[in-house]
């Protein structure tokens, strides 16, 4: 999921604010506009909870990735959920269909589908900390 535009420059705020008059004037202009950043990043990120939530309950396990810098992967927008979810073959189309009602319950916002992908997002540590503790972990 991404944000068409950063929050604070979509719609209204894209204009160049007005001149203030006075430091009373800039002072509350700037207050505005950090809660209008504030409140779009506040719905941006429960759109986010909630489809992810959605999501999983369809999957047969998922996981949180960290957002993608937008530098590295070239995608227009900021990451604000980066999931990967275990669907079973079966269900892909129904998931799919999920996925693609969701578009445009939150203006604003892009949703984005790949895959599939290789199951490596779900698979366990070897040898996970109760090995290592014992010392019969991974070998240096």
């Known amino acids: ?36 950043r504030e409140d779009e990043w ?24 960290a957002p993608q810098n937008p530098a590295l992967s070239g995608a227009a927008g900021r990451n604000v959920l980066n999931a990967a979810y275990l669907v079973p073959r079966d269900h892909s189309e129904e998931f799919v269909e999920l996925v693609d009602r969701t578009k445009d319950e939150a203006s604003g916002m892009r949703v984005e589908l790949t895959g599939p992908w290789a199951a490596y997002s779900f698979v366990g540590d070897v040898g996970g900390a109760e090995d290592e503790e014992n010392g019969e972990g991974d070998l240096p």
Not at 22 to 28: P, Q, T
């Open 42 to 65: 506040q719905k941006a990120e429960a759109f986010a909870t909630r489809l992810h939530e959605t999501l999983s309950e369809r999957a047969e396990d998922s996981r949180l990735h």
């Open 1 to 36: 999921v991404y944000t068409e535009a950063e929050p604070g420059e979509s719609g209204e705020s894209e204009r160049a604010p007005a001149k203030a008059a006075s430091g009373r004037d800039y002072l509350r202009q700037r207050r505005d506009r950090f809660r209008a």
